[in-house]
Every structure is written in C-alpha cells, then in structure tokens.
C-alpha cells in the first residue's frame, strides 16, 4: 500500500468569533507539486500553520506516510520531516547568510564549537546551486527580498525536509529567481519530495503544480487534477461566483486620458544613487501606472512625491502649488497620500483593532475641539469596511488576525478615510488573491471616475496594463518610456525595462 506524504482529514480550528478550517481535508503525494488556493480568509495560512505545528487543530487529524502525526510546535513538525517557506519568514536580517542557512544545524568541530570556515564553504556552495553568488559572511539583510527566500527554500531543502510547504514565495521575486525557485520544485518532484505550493498567481499554479485544493470561507471546494480545471473555472470556484473580473481579462481602454492640465506634477526628482531626473505628470481621474523592475526607482519616486524621502534636486507641485515643506506632513496637507509596499512594517499596525487602524490617520477630522466623536469614528469604519468588503468577525477584530487581502484593505481604507486628491499606490495587490485583486480593481476604477488621480505601482503586467491610462517605465532610477493608448502592451512594457538609459545615478 502507498501511504500519502502528508494528510489532512476533517481538520477543524477555530479562533474567536470565527470558524477558519471548518472539516478541511487534504492529500499530499510523494513527489507530487500539490496546490493551495483561495480568495485571502479562505483559510489557506491557517491550513498551512496546522500542517508545520504553528497551530494546533481543534478537531481531525493529520497523518505522515500513514502514521498518525502529532504536532505540537515547529520542532515537531522538522523531526517529522516538514519544512516552510513562509510569506514572512522568520530569518535574521542581521545574522550573516551562512548563520541564517545553517541556524540551529550549524557544522562544528573540536569540544562542539561552531566551525566557520566549514560553514562558510558549504553555505557558498549551496547557494551557487540556488543562483545566490554573494559573500556568505555578510548580513542576510544585505541580500534583495528574493534571494532571501531562495535563502529560506535552501534552508528547508538542505535540513532534509521530505514535505515542503511554500506560502506566497515568488511574491518578492525577481523574474530569473522565479526560474530558479521553479527549476529546485521540480527537483524536488524527481526526488520524490512533496511540495505544496500556496500562490495566487495562477500562471505558477499551472506552470508547476500537479493537483490543486480550492479553499472558500474554510471548506474544501475543489480537488483533483489542475489541469482538468481551466483558469475561469477555477477562479470561478475560489469566488463561489462567476467571476465579474479577472486580472487577465484584456480591456483596452479602461480609462479615458483626461485633457484637463496635470493636478500633480513631479520634475526632476534626483536623489545620489536612486533616482535621476524623473518627472511624471498626473491628472484627476487618471490611473498613471509605474513600471519597471525591482530597484528601478518605482518606490522611491512615490516616497518622494509623498515627502517620505529627501532629495538632492527636484521639485512637487499639487494644483499647481510647489510643496514647499517636503515632508509628509506637507502632502497629506496637499491632498496626497501614499500605502506603501510593505504594509506590514510601514502600514497598518497589527496589534490594534481594524477601528482604529482605520481612524488613526483621520482622528483630527473627527474631533471637536480636541474631543473624538465615537459615533462618528463608527459611521465611518462601518461605511469604509462595506464599501471595500472587508471580512472580519467585528470591526474590533485586530488586523494581525486579517488575511493578507484584508489588511490591505484596511490601509487603503485608512487613506481613502483622510480624502485624498492624490493617491500613491505601491503594490497594492501582491499577496492578495485573485477576487480581492479584481474587486480592488474595480474600486480604482470607481475612484477614478470619482476625479481621484491614482499612481499605480506594480510588477504585475497585466494589472499595469488592464488598469492604467498610461504606463511609465522607470530602469535605474530614470525614465526609460512614457506609454499611451494602443502602446500600452506587456510587450511594450518589457522593451522598456530592457531598454538602454543612462546610468546617472
């Protein structure tokens, strides 16, 4: 009898006020690419806490190789031979990468002491194999988001896990790194390791996965075979619905390009090693979206617009008046407001409630000489959490127990809270799901109808392509193309990134 590597029988977890798995199963084969999905708060990071020990099920149970499995920490799960790639993983950005690959399981030599020198080769020559050539000795914190968690991957791969779980782990990724990621799964597979792949980019899913789970409000709704599911059919069980949208779905035009003169107007933005000479315009009721590759200078440019980083040179002005006080400050006060990349460590602030995530920023506005208006702080978060669908058990709920999907809900709520003329979007949508990233769509789409000027940044094509009037496409630091109309293609887009610009940074 071939026993299963990893299973999930009828597993039940609940936290309060919410039921998150609700009788959940799941078989993981041996040498088998399984996939995991579902809209954010299906109920796919608390399946995934449950099979590497973070949490422990109230009900079912789990089983490896046909033996009953019991986890009651990560430790467990390790000796038990299960391995995670988290979206966020636990590494030390400080401790060197030779530290982080080997932590816990360094090599040592005489009287049980660390040995350097042996860790230091082997770490070098893993990572060659996993296309991360740097100095081993340096801080893990040195290295871009991506080889970091070719970093993590290589430390689950190297420690002998037989089931490796990967959560979300080409969201930080650049392009070749997504290659090598994919070239060390299907390693994996010929090695008889099992992988369960958790991804809402359905290209990957149907790139390397073998079989696929849809998860929907915590139930299983779909097993079986990826392939025998199309992409329409597919999203439309992750959304209960045929769905209204979807990312891939070409819409040439979604909006008209405004004639009226730029509301926001940014001119020679310069800063010593990151930005050289970029000048964008922006107008009401206009999508501009911003492209380019990672450290192209896309955040940058909006942390500068929004004061949030000096410059050497260059200048902002809003309805046609220079913000003289760059800070941050000056452009809220301006009517521009940015939601950053990372929502988690310069965003929302995960161990408050999602009432008061969303008034922080609106506190003055809703206060009479100094006294917050309760009820008016209520009206106003039940109005934006309806509006942007935000799912919680009670607007008291903290953000830290949101899905990913949701907390970028909450940020965007706390902004659009403060009446914004301008707003700078950096990422919104990586690491959400294929429902949220259409419903966030269509509310730009509103916004923008609504004389709302939107800067989209975004290393999805198709999101650039599908949501924006125009695209500018940064390549190191500089303005590489300014594209219009027709020319607003991923072809296009990729010929800009690949362009020649001067390096003047």
Same mark, same amino acid.
């Given at each position: 009898?071939?026993?299963?590597?990893?299973?999930?029988?009828?597993?039940?977890?609940?936290? %309060?006020?919410?039921?998150?798995?609700?009788? &959940?199963?799941?078989?993981?084969?041996?040498?088998?690419?399984?996939? #995991?999905?579902?809209?954010? $708060?299906?109920?796919?990071?608390?399946?995934?806490?449950?099979?590497?020990?973070?949490?422990? %099920?109230?009900?079912?149970?789990?089983?490896?190789?046909?033996?009953?499995? @019991?986890?009651?920490?990560?430790?467990?799960?390790?000796?038990?031979?299960?391995?995670?790639?988290?979206?966020?993983?636990?590494?030390?950005?400080?401790?060197?990468?030779?530290?982080? =690959?080997?932590?816990?399981?360094?090599?040592?030599?005489?009287?049980?002491?660390?040995?350097?020198?042996?860790?230091?080769?082997?770490?070098?020559?893993?990572?060659?194999?996993?296309?991360?050539?740097?100095?081993?000795?340096?801080?893990?914190?040195?290295?871009?988001?991506?080889?970091?968690?070719?970093?993590?991957?290589?430390?689950? &791969?190297?420690?002998?896990?037989? &089931?490796?779980?990967?959560?979300?782990?080409?969201?930080?990724?650049?392009?070749?790194?997504?290659?090598?990621?994919?070239?060390?799964?299907? /390693?994996?597979?010929?090695?008889?390791?099992?992988?369960?792949?958790?991804?809402?980019?359905?290209?990957?899913?149907? /790139?390397?996965?073998?079989?696929?789970? #849809? =998860?929907?409000?915590?139930?299983?709704?779909?097993?079986?075979?990826?392939?025998?599911?199309?992409?329409?059919?597919?999203?439309?069980?992750?959304?209960?619905?045929?769905?209204?949208?979807?990312?891939?779905?070409?819409?040439?035009?979604?909006?008209?390009?405004?004639?009226? %003169?730029?509301? =926001?107007?940014?001119?020679?933005?310069?800063?010593?090693?990151?930005?050289?000479?970029?000048?964008?315009?922006?107008?009401?009721? /206009?999508?501009?979206?911003?492209?380019? =590759?990672?450290?192209? $200078?896309?955040?940058?440019?909006?942390?500068?617009?929004?004061?949030?980083?000096?410059?050497?040179?260059?200048?902002?002005?809003?309805?046609?008046?220079? #913000?003289?006080?760059?800070?941050?400050?000056?452009?809220?006060?301006?009517?521009?407001?940015?939601?950053?990349?990372?929502?988690?460590?310069?965003?929302?602030?995960?161990?408050?409630?999602?009432?008061?995530?969303?008034?922080?920023?609106?506190?003055?506005?809703?206060?009479?000489?100094?006294?917050?208006?309760?009820?008016?702080?209520? @009206?106003?978060?039940?109005?934006?959490?309806?509006?942007?669908?935000?799912?919680?058990?009670? %607007?008291?709920?903290?953000?830290?127990?949101?899905?990913? $999907?949701?907390?970028? !809900?909450?940020?965007?709520?706390?902004?659009?809270?403060?009446?914004? !003329?301008?707003?700078?979007?950096?990422?919104?949508?990586?690491?959400?799901?294929?429902?949220?990233?259409?419903?966030?769509?269509?509310?730009?789409?509103?916004?923008?109808?609504?004389?709302?000027?939107?800067?989209?940044?975004?290393?999805?094509?198709?999101?650039?392509?599908? $949501?924006?009037?125009?695209?500018?496409?940064?390549?190191?630091?500089?303005?590489?193309?300014?594209?219009?109309?027709?020319?607003?293609? /991923?072809?296009?887009?990729?010929?800009?990134?690949?362009?020649?610009?001067?390096?003047?940074?």
């Amino acid at each position: 009898m071939v026993h299963q590597a990893l299973e999930a029988a009828a597993v039940v977890k609940a936290f %309060p006020g919410m039921l998150a798995l609700d009788h &959940v199963s799941l078989s993981l084969a041996r040498g088998e690419v399984h996939a #995991l999905a579902g809209e954010n $708060g299906a109920g796919k990071s608390t399946l995934v806490k449950v099979l590497t020990g973070v949490h422990r %099920p109230d009900g079912g149970r789990l089983r490896r190789l046909g033996e009953p499995l @019991r986890l009651d920490g990560t430790l467990d799960a390790r000796r038990a031979g299960i391995g995670a790639v988290y979206q966020d993983d636990n590494a030390i950005p400080s401790m060197s990468i030779a530290r982080n =690959l080997f932590l816990g399981d360094e090599p040592r030599g005489r009287f049980g002491l660390i040995d350097t020198a042996l860790m230091h080769e082997r770490a070098a020559a893993i990572l060659r194999a996993y296309g991360v050539p740097a100095d081993v000795r340096r801080p893990l914190g040195s290295l871009g988001a991506g080889a970091q968690k070719l970093v993590a991957l290589a430390r689950v &791969v190297t420690g002998g896990a037989q &089931v490796i779980v990967m959560d979300e782990p080409t969201a930080v990724m650049e392009p070749p790194e997504v290659r090598t990621l994919f070239r060390v799964v299907c /390693e994996l597979r010929e090695q008889g390791r099992s992988v369960l792949y958790v991804s809402h980019r359905l290209e990957e899913l149907y /790139e390397i996965c073998d079989q696929v789970t #849809l =998860l929907r409000e915590g139930r299983v709704v779909h097993t079986g075979p990826l392939t025998a599911l199309g992409r329409r059919g597919l999203v439309s069980l992750m959304l209960g619905r045929p769905p209204a949208r979807l990312p891939a779905a070409q819409q040439a035009g979604a909006h008209e390009r405004p004639g009226d %003169p730029p509301y =926001l107007r940014a001119t020679g933005l310069t800063r010593r090693h990151a930005l050289a000479d970029v000048s964008i315009e922006l107008r009401q009721g /206009e999508v501009l979206g911003l492209g380019g =590759l990672l450290g192209a $200078g896309r955040t940058e440019t909006a942390k500068a617009i929004a004061g949030a980083l000096t410059l050497d040179a260059g200048q902002v002005t809003v309805a046609g008046a220079p #913000l003289r006080n760059r800070s941050i400050t000056g452009a809220i006060r301006a009517g521009v407001s940015l939601l950053p990349e990372n929502r988690k460590t310069e965003g929302i602030i995960p161990s408050l409630s999602i009432r008061d995530n969303i008034s922080l920023a609106a506190l003055p506005r809703l206060s009479r000489f100094g006294v917050v208006s309760g009820a008016r702080i209520d @009206r106003m978060v039940d109005t934006f959490m309806r509006r942007l669908q935000i799912k919680a058990t009670s %607007p008291h709920q903290k953000v830290a127990e949101l899905s990913s $999907g949701n907390q970028q !809900k909450v940020l965007l709520a706390r902004w659009l809270a403060m009446r914004p !003329k301008v707003l700078l979007l950096d990422e919104p949508t990586r690491g959400i799901d294929v429902g949220a990233k259409a419903e966030l769509q269509d509310l730009l789409d509103e916004l923008a109808v609504d004389g709302l000027a939107i800067l989209l940044i975004s290393s999805d094509l198709e999101e650039l392509v599908n $949501g924006c009037d125009r695209v500018v496409v940064l390549r190191d630091g500089a303005v590489a193309a300014e594209l219009t109309g027709l020319d607003v293609t /991923e072809e296009g887009i990729i010929a800009a990134m690949a362009s020649a610009v001067p390096r003047r940074r």
